[in-house]
């Protein structure tokens, strides 16, 4: 036999701490396996957790220092060990010895004088056991790092879907994508903080808030489709002007819901995208639009961007104003509570009111921003 079909062969650990009981399960194994030898428990484990480990141990329990017992305790606690089959073999032959052993984890149970034919029966059937458990384990571990890139995948459409659809809608609006970011780490701050509380803890799971954190951008989604003498007017809108404003909501959900019937499949994170587009300017009074919904009847994810896209609203200077001090905002968000807002979200707003500051603060619009906003309603107003 060449020295490639001899490393092919399963590796035997044999430990005893007898010379001749070593001899004998040598000359037993060597011709259909490499055989290693440990004369203590303290050296099994070391060749155990080597880098080139056994395939599997026969191993004698009463040894000096480390027991059998205490090795293969110890094999089974350790994780690079633990799926080495371990078969006893000993001169013990109380039934409470193989119960015990046994319970340790021990593949079987072999009591000496050993019979050859069986050893060498017991020894094969376990590999085999072995060679199965391994090739599962493997593919098991192929199938998660399958489904971990299919996973990734799967992230990156999203990402890649809502970043094309919200920087279209950031060409046409005068605003800058500031204001998409802004109002996104506002809805996720104040997702964390209802998240605990009975009426939301249902709804605002990670993978839930992990996906209105990407979803959030979506909500202006509509402005796309508004005209630009509407949507880039520098004063208040006519009354027939806001009823032409308020269709971006409609818009904007069936923008997406398009999108979402030429994928061919319902989307987790396009469905709330859509209920933020179409019910973020819903109130609690049922006073909003364009459905007139009222209290409970508004999609969570719409109330949570109501409070963020309103507070950034009244924080952020525009070219038809000024940015309002954060006391004063938030003296008009605790105005709205249970008229324009659901109560319980403006009372988690006062709670985490520092942290929206800082996302304002991080997040701020530069002068360069403001200037790209004033070119942009110069070039709608010019004929």
């Known amino acids: 036999m060449n020295a490639t079909q001899d490393l092919a062969k399963p590796v035997i650990l044999v430990v005893d701490d007898t010379p001749d009981n070593l001899a004998l399960m040598r000359d037993l194994l060597k011709e259909n396996y490499r055989v290693r030898v440990a004369t203590g428990g303290e050296k099994a484990l070391q060749i155990a957790a080597s880098a080139s480990p ?29 799926d080495i089959p371990v078969i006893f073999l000993t001169a013990k032959v109380a039934q409470e010895d193989e119960r015990m052993g046994l319970e340790l984890g021990a593949a079987d149970y072999i009591t000496k004088p050993i019979s050859p034919a069986v050893v060498l029966a017991r020894v094969k059937n376990y590999l085999a056991l072995k060679s199965v458990s391994d090739y599962l384990r493997d593919q098991n571990e192929f199938l998660e790092l399958e489904v971990a890139r299919r996973t990734r995948e799967v992230t990156a459409i999203q990402d890649v879907t809502i970043l ?25 701050a104040l997702a964390e903080h209802l998240r605990h509380r009975p009426r ?17 951008p979506m909500h202006d989604l509509g402005k796309i489709g508004i005209p630009d003498r509407i949507l880039l007017k520098a004063g208040r809108l006519e009354p027939h ?19 979402e019937e030429a994928l061919g499949t319902n989307l987790s994170f396009l469905a709330l995208a859509k209920a933020i587009a179409l019910s973020h300017q819903e109130k609690w009074d049922g006073s909003g639009y364009p459905q007139g919904l009222v209290g409970d009847e508004i999609p969570i994810a719409a109330r949570l961007m109501a409070v963020a896209d309103v507070y950034d609203a009244l924080t952020s200077r525009r070219v038809y104003k ?13 105005d709205g509570r249970g008229t324009h807002f659901d109560a319980e979200m ?24 403001i200037v790209r906003k004033q070119d942009a309603v110069t070039r709608a107003i010019l004929p």
């Open 200 to 216: 939301f803890q249902a709804f605002l799971t990670d993978a839930t808030i992990a996906t209105l954190f990407k979803s959030a």
């Open 241 to 259: 002007e806001f009823a032409i404003m308020k269709t971006h909501t409609t818009l904007g959900r069936d923008a997406i819901q398009h999108a």
């Open 322 to 334: 000024a940015a309002m001090p954060h006391e004063a905002a938030m003296a008009i968000m605790l």
């Open 164 to 188: 094309a659809m919200t920087s279209l809608a950031e060409t046409r609006d005068s605003e800058t994508g500031n204001h998409i970011r802004r109002t996104q780490h506002f809805v996720k």
């Open 346 to 369: 403006i009372e988690a707003l006062v709670v985490i009111q520092d942290e929206f500051q800082a996302i304002a603060s991080r997040f701020a619009d530069t002068e360069m921003d």
């Open 54 to 82: 056994p395939d599997l141990i026969l191993l004698d329990i009463m040894m000096p220092g480390l027991d059998g017992y205490e090795v293969c305790r110890q094999l089974k606690r350790n994780p690079a060990t633990s």
